[in-house]
């Protein structure tokens, strides 16, 4: 949010805003005379996004899904995408997308992890890998999008500004659960046949023992129209 440098009266859009977590932050960069528009597909998310941002009158929720941004070509000044393109069909499009609705001067912040970096410590390392490898192949349909993000904003047509790598540590158990989808993920791999049940479920058993330790590579790109 620092690096994108939202300024008094601009036009700012969140890609894929889900319940709203940075409009509010947006609506205070854009002032009063500015715009903040977020999109995002899902109901759930939208309905939270408009009542986290009901006193915000600069903030207008938009609901479609990203690869056709509900937004005139050329308004836009300030963009974002979060955790959005390792989820969606066509990130390239998305970028196309977003490079229509910006104007010449344009800037956009793209964040997103690369989930082949996922380490998740365990004396069983050989499963921690499998179960990385089940995560990278399976679970997430752009897993690497991290690391493409540059070529793909440069392929698009945008100018690298800033890239930044930074590795989230998780140290308890129950929050790494909650993000990573340790006990979900490993029960779906071990039903598909890819983990043995009676060796994931000592995994990750032994996880839940602690003590914990789990990282992965999230990757921040800063681009110019």
């Known amino acids: 949010m620092e690096l994108l440098d939202v300024q ?20 205070e960069g854009v002032g009063a005379s500015g715009t903040v528009i977020g999109v ?17 009158p600069a903030v207008q929720i938009r609901e479609a899904d990203v690869h056709a941004l509900p937004v005139e070509p050329g308004t836009v ?3 974002k995408i979060d955790r959005v393109l390792m989820h969606v069909t066509d990130p390239a499009g998305v970028l196309e997308q977003l490079h229509l609705v910006t104007r010449p001067g344009a800037r956009i912040g ?23 490898r089940y995560t990278t192949s399976e679970v997430v349909r752009h897993a690497t999008i991290g690391r493409s993000l540059a070529r793909l904003a440069v392929q698009t047509g945008f100018v690298i500004e800033t890239v930044r790598a930074t590795t989230p540590v ?30 994931g479920r000592r995994w990750f058993t032994s996880l839940s ?14 681009c110019s129209r």
């Not at 009266?9 to 805003?17: E, I, P, S, Y």
């Not at 003590?211 to 590579?217: G, N, V």
């Open 170 to 199: 998780l140290l308890d158990f129950q929050d790494a659960d909650h993000t990573l989808g340790l006990g979900r993920n490993m029960q779906q791999a071990i039903h598909d046949g890819h983990i043995d049940e009676a060796r």
């Open 209 to 222: 023992e602690g003590p914990f330790f789990a990282s992965f590579t999230l990757v921040t790109v800063v």
């Open 77 to 79: 000044d300030r963009g």
């Open 110 to 132: 793209l964040a997103e992890p690369d989930w082949d970096t996922l380490v998740v410590d365990a004396e069983d390392l050989d499963t921690s890998r499998a179960f990385t």
């Open 40 to 56: 995002d597909r899902d109901p759930a998310m939208l309905a939270e996004a408009r009542r986290r941002t009901s006193d915000l």
């Open 8 to 27: 008094p009266g601009q036009t700012a859009l969140d890609v894929g805003c889900g319940p709203g977590t940075d409009l509010p932050t947006l609506a």
